[in-house]
């Protein structure tokens, strides 16, 4: 009887625990990260009698999570890496709906300018359609910048949100250390806490949320959780910590920061996964190649408007005026220099555009190697990490100019000033784009001012005796002058006369100046010979080194005469007008110089390949949120296929519990009832 009531009991006590065990499932079925557990039963050992073993009733061993690393390490990276997906997907939406708008991108204003200029170019003359030009041309400007500042305001969005987004990995890395902690003392009585377990886990979850981690099991049930290329965020119950804050080379730029006692790393390239590495993914890939790009494009604009006025005369026959501002002007040339926070010189670095036709849409690094002055530099391009070539290396006095080519001998479009020496080990981040359409700006408020009329102009005299014709001389290049446009007018005044000689069928010119007779596919022809009853192309060099191309045709006699001058006061002249209308398909952003302006693009396409990137990389995340989304849900699904509670399996359980609870107490009811008839049998 006393065995049978132990037994009964044993059963009481497991049946209870089970049924709490049952009741704990229930009651957290909707807490997040939760494993359901059970319990396992085991008999106790049997006692000996002399008919054989009797059972002595029944025993819990454990109370069992139900768990898989497997599937839970595949919830934690998939989490990771939808987070990052998601992340990056949210922010380049924004920038493709900023440029591919019809009211908030470029094209629009870009069409508008060089409608304005066709008009313009239709009626030289006319001073309203000269001021729609300038307009236009404001209203460009004003664009650019626009694009720019909402580009930037995105760009200090990111930066507070790596500031929030490194707040809550502290948070939670200082959680999972206590919670290692512990858990480590739990389970020094060699069971496992089931519930510190689960928590610990959803915080790493949590974590995974914001930033990829990887995760390796100790011995003392603790978990240590490494980020980046294996810095160690947690290790047992110790916590480092991420620090965000602004870049050592680019302080509008954060980066992050691993702090580990007194030891500081920059990581900042090195994390992945979670919204921490979406943001420094997309800001790398996307955010700073479409400001260059931007930038780069309104420098383009700028340039070549500005040069082609430059190549004409005005309502009142003076050289042209600049439409848009300086761009080399000194205080955006040292813009476009960051020094590095750990510089210890004082040098006042400035960076001015040569050639904005063969500029790239990558940023520089250039630093002083060695720890000793005069000492080498040493120049990177970011973008795909090709070493510069810098010359002069070193410098032989300073102040010094610092040109940059590539190993293709290709020049970058741009050269560094340096009034006096750097410092050794000196640092400097070069942007030659980057803020290019942030600073772009009208300056010409004065409509009459646009040079719309080429400096040249040629005629035949009166008293030539054949019928031959010349046409309107196309300035091809200007002289190396410091002031070109007077140097030419030197070299056109008195004009340059063409005299026809019949017997040679050449054409002479005064001394200083050049002839030369141009093929039909562009080369130099070897005689100067003139074809009689065909267009003949000529290229004129003069004194100044200026260059003119015009075609004669007809049949001239001996001693025909044709003059090559100055144009004075060209008012209906609209020659310069259609070249800067031409500049609209004229191929000149990213031209390769090693080969030619063949290889670059227009304005228009320049843009458009822009947002056609945007938008590929736009789908591109879309298709990949589709992608991770279905992978993080599938890896959920089967996990929680596992772990998660079953609320109808939960109620099968409490019934069976409840049986067994009942079918033990009657056990227990006859042992009782046994004990009572045998005390019974001895009154």
């Known amino acids: 009887m006393a065995d049978l009531l132990s037994i009964g009991l044993s059963g009481l006590s497991a049946n209870k625990t089970s049924l709490a065990v049952t009741g704990h499932n229930i009651t957290n079925v909707n807490t997040p990260g939760f494993s359901r557990q059970d319990t396992v039963q085991a008999t106790r050992n049997p006692q000996f009698s002399g008919a054989g073993y009797i059972g002595s009733g029944t025993t819990l061993t454990d109370i069992r999570r139900t768990y898989s690393e497997f599937l839970t390490t595949q919830v934690r990276s998939s989490t990771a890496l939808s987070s990052d997906v998601e992340a990056y997907r949210s922010q380049i939406e924004q920038l493709d709906s900023l440029l591919a708008g019809t009211t908030t991108g470029i094209t629009p204003s870009l069409q508008k300018f060089f409608s304005s200029l066709q008009t313009a170019a239709e009626d030289p003359a006319n001073i309203p359609a000269r001021q729609l030009v300038l307009s236009e041309a404001e209203g460009l400007a004003r664009r650019f910048n626009t694009v720019s500042d909402r580009i930037n305001e995105q760009n200090e969005f990111i930066n507070k949100q790596m500031v929030a987004v490194s707040d809550q990995v502290n948070r939670l890395a200082t959680s999972i250390a206590g919670y290692n902690d512990a858990i480590a003392k739990a389970a020094a009585n060699g069971q496992q806490p089931n519930d510190l377990l689960d928590v610990r886990e959803e915080a790493i979850r949590q974590l995974s949320t914001y930033v990829g981690v990887t995760v390796v099991a100790q011995d003392d049930n603790s978990l240590n959780l490494f980020v980046g290329s294996g810095q160690p965020l947690v290790v047992g119950s110790t916590t480092s910590r991420l620090e965000v804050g602004p870049g050592q080379g680019d302080p509008t730029r954060f980066e992050v920061n691993f702090v580990s006692g007194g030891s500081r790393q920059g990581i900042t390239s ?102 000793t002055v005069p000492a080498t530099f040493q120049a990177r391009r970011l973008s795909d990490g090709a070493v510069m070539t810098v010359s002069p290396n070193p410098p032989g006095a300073y102040p010094a100019t610092l ?281």
């Open 270 to 371: 090195l994390l992945s996964g979670g919204e921490l590495g979406g943001l420094i993914r997309y800001r790398a890939e996307s955010l700073d190649p479409t400001l260059n790009s931007l930038g780069r494009l309104a420098l383009a604009v700028s340039d070549q408007v500005n040069t082609q006025l430059g190549q004409g005369l005005d309502l009142k026959g003076q050289v042209g005026t600049a439409l848009f501002g300086d761009y080399n002007d000194t205080a955006l040339a040292q813009l476009r220099v960051r020094a590095f926070s750990t510089n210890t010189g004082n040098v006042q670095p400035a960076l001015d555009i040569t050639d904005s036709s063969v500029l790239t849409t990558s940023d520089y690094r250039l630093e002083l190697t060695g720890t």
């Open 403 to 683: 040109a940059f080519t590539d190993a293709a001998g290709r020049d970058q479009g741009f050269e560094l000033a340096l009034d006096s020496a750097p410092a050794a080990a000196d640092k400097f981040l070069l942007q030659p784009t980057r803020r290019g359409a942030t600073t772009i700006s009208a300056q010409l408020d004065q409509p009459d001012q646009l040079a719309f009329a080429a400096p040249v102009r040629s005629e035949a005299e009166l008293q030539n005796r054949g019928n031959g014709t010349i046409s309107q001389p196309d300035l091809q290049a200007m002289g190396a002058s410091s002031t070109p446009m007077d140097a030419l007018k030197t070299a056109l005044t008195p004009a340059v006369t063409l005299a026809y000689d019949a017997v040679n069928s050449t054409f002479t010119v005064p001394a200083g100046t050049t002839l030369t007779r141009i093929n039909a596919n562009g080369t130099n022809a070897t005689t100067t010979t003139f074809q009689e009853g065909q267009q003949n192309t000529y290229k004129l060099q003069l004194a100044d080194g200026s260059t003119v191309r015009m075609t004669l045709s007809g049949r001239p006699q001996e001693g025909d005469k044709f003059t090559v001058g100055f144009n004075q006061n060209g008012v209906s002249d609209n020659r310069n007008a259609l070249k800067l209308v031409d500049l609209q398909n004229k191929q000149t952003v990213g031209v390769d110089p090693s080969v030619g302006i063949s290889t670059g693009v227009s304005f228009t396409d320049g843009y458009g390949d822009l947002v056609e990137r945007v938008g590929t990389l736009t789908a591109q995340a879309r298709q990949d949120g589709e992608a991770t989304g279905a992978i993080l849900k599938q890896a959920t699904n089967n996990r929680d296929s596992l772990s998660a509670v079953n609320l109808d399996e939960e109620a099968a359980n409490l019934i069976k519990f409840e049986q067994y609870y009942n079918a033990s107490a009657q056990v227990i009811q006859v042992a009782r009832s046994l004990f009572d008839t045998l005390i019974n049998t001895f009154r």
